[in-house]
Nanobody, 112 residues
């Protein structure tokens, strides 16, 4: 059973940086795709970024140029480097492995 544990969330001022991590365990077969999603209060969960096994990255327009997704395949860790954060980035951030597995989420709060 694949388990995902996010960490690195917290409170940060607008314009600052934060790095999220997602440690995966129980992986039997490496998924080609991992990604991050987020859910703000009162809103639906939205996709943030994806990365393939080979390092190809795609981003939502709202974070393009500010966030960077990366992965360490040897350690089974997914990262999200968040730079120039904005108050509208406040949300619970979830990592995703393949299409079926999700972490429990980590809270990111950006103060104005």
């Amino acid at each position: 059973q694949v388990q995902l544990v996010e960490s690195g969330g917290g409170l940060v001022q607008a314009g600052g940086s934060l790095r999220l991590s997602c440690a995966a365990s129980g992986i039997q077969r490496r998924s080609i795709l991992m990604g991050w999603h987020r859910q703000a209060p009162g809103k639906e969960r939205e996709w943030v970024a994806d990365i393939t096994n080979g390092g190809q990255r795609v981003y939502a327009d709202s974070v393009k140029g500010r966030f960077t997704i990366s992965r360490d395949n040897a350690k089974n860790i997914l990262y999200l480097q968040m730079d120039m954060v904005r108050p509208e980035d406040t949300a619970v951030y979830f990592c995703r492995y393949g299409t079926d597995y999700w972490g429990q989420g980590t809270q990111v709060t950006v103060s104005a």
